[in-house]
């Protein structure tokens, strides 16, 4: 047997090259079979030929099966939180505004775009009075300084007589911090002038209500957000203060329900529940819808005695036709009853010796009795002997000497005899 000669070292490399060759081929040939297979099964394929060449180098991985469809899993919302800050209460319904009678008292609300606000608020207030009916004359626009757009003391006269209300509320200013024509002049907001003739056709009006014997209340006017505009509604309320209440009518001051504890304009503030709510509009100047209600809290107490009984909600078909009315004139001065004081400066004290009501008994001129003597001359009566105050010796003083004293009897004093 012939024995196999080595190949030299350099045909190794052709061994290496020529099994190479035959994978490549081996490739070749298996890419066409693959070319009507999956994508898948031709990567398993291509694989399986990978492993059979290099004895299993790469890992065959099965197909990963197609994902379930999960079922949505249902989570219940953990419970809110409870914080500190407390959202605003919601705002109660309106109550259904029952049907007027046809004899309701009728409530003339008269003036500029907030006693609009104001009658809105007023019949919020009676929505559930069938006895009370709110006319509202107001003009946005007007006021007493621009009577050339609309004047009221023209027309007041015939509004009053048509309505014929059981009381008047009256809210106006908001407008007239503007010139004022006076005898063809133009006078500025406060002059001299302007403010005479201003108060000469605010009292018109009121003059016009009390003429006719219809309760007056008039409603005074609240801060702005600035400073110089309520400067102007300050002084605008004290003269339709004087003026209301020179015509016997009732000034109703709402200044401090829009301010703060400083007296600053405020947005936000209690309303008539005492709930913190937005009063006022953001330009500073218009009232929200909790604000006029507000204000129309305001008015109602002294409307309320005017109306009487025909506020109730229960009122049904009762007669209402003896309402009280509010006395405009008083018949005379007052009677007051009362003793004038007497003045401590007055040296002769007005004749007399001693202030008024004092009643002094007279004097005795000698002491009666022991206790008048200790009082008045400071003198103890006599001790009687074998009291506690008896501190005299036998034989010792003026007075004579004593005679012995007896025992008491034992019978008396309950003492056991020895």
């Not at 914080?83 to 049907?99: D, G, I, V, W």
């Not at 008047?168 to 503007?178: L, T, Y």
């Not at 218009?286 to 909600?313: C, H, W």
Request: proline fraction near 10%.
């Amino acid at each position: 047997m012939t024995p196999k000669t080595p190949l030299p070292r350099a045909a190794a490399p052709l061994r290496l090259a020529l099994a190479a060759l035959l994978c490549l081929a081996g490739l070749a040939a298996a890419l066409p079979a693959t070319a009507g297979l999956s994508t898948e099964a031709a990567a398993q394929e291509r694989r399986g030929l990978l492993d059979m060449l290099f004895g299993g180098g790469l890992r065959r991985s099965e197909p990963k099966p197609p994902p379930r469809a999960r079922e949505p899993v249902r989570r219940e919302r953990p419970a809110a939180r409870s914080t500190r800050r407390q959202s605003a209460p919601a705002a109660s319904p309106a109550p259904a505004a029952s049907e007027k009678l046809d004899n309701a008292r009728e409530v003339l609300v008269v003036g500029d775009f907030l006693a609009g606000g104001l009658a809105e608020g007023l019949e919020t207030a009676y929505a559930e009075s069938p006895g009370v009916l709110i006319v509202d004359r107001t003009n946005g626009s007007s006021g007493f300084v621009r009577d050339d757009f609309y004047d009221w003391n023209a027309n007041i006269g015939p509004i009053l007589d048509e309505v014929e209300p059981a009381a008047v509320v009256v809210m106006i200013g908001s407008n007239d911090r503007q010139q004022m024509v006076v005898d063809g002049q133009r006078e500025s907001p406060r002059s001299e002038d302007w403010t005479r003739e201003y108060k000469r056709r605010a009292a018109a009006l009121a003059d016009a209500v009390r003429e006719r014997g219809i309760p007056l209340i008039w409603t005074g006017l609240p801060p702005f957000r600035s400073s110089s505009m309520s400067s102007d509604m300050l002084a605008f309320n004290d003269i339709h203060k004087r003026v209301a209440e020179a015509a016997g009518g009732e000034f109703v001051d709402i200044w401090e329900g829009f301010v703060d504890e400083s007296g600053n304009f405020v947005y936000s503030g209690p309303d008539m529940n005492g709930q913190p709510v937005r009063l006022r509009a953001s330009d500073g100047i218009n009232v929200t819808r909790p604000g006029r209600r507000k204000i129309a809290f305001y008015v109602e107490r002294p409307l309320n005695k005017v109306l009487g009984d025909a506020v109730s909600p229960d009122i049904g078909t009762l007669g209402i036709e003896n309402l009280p009315t509010l006395e405009l004139a008083p018949a005379g001065p007052p009677t007051i009853d009362r003793t004038a004081p007497i003045s401590l400066l007055d040296a002769e004290l007005d004749g007399g010796n001693d202030l008024l009501g004092g009643e002094v008994a007279p004097r005795r001129e000698a002491p009666r009795t022991p206790a008048e003597r200790l009082a008045i001359e400071g003198l103890a009566p006599p001790p009687k002997p074998g009291r506690a105050d008896d501190f005299l010796i036998d034989g010792a003083g003026d007075e004579a000497p004593r005679e012995p004293q007896s025992p008491p009897d034992s019978a008396e004093t309950g003492a056991i005899a020895r």
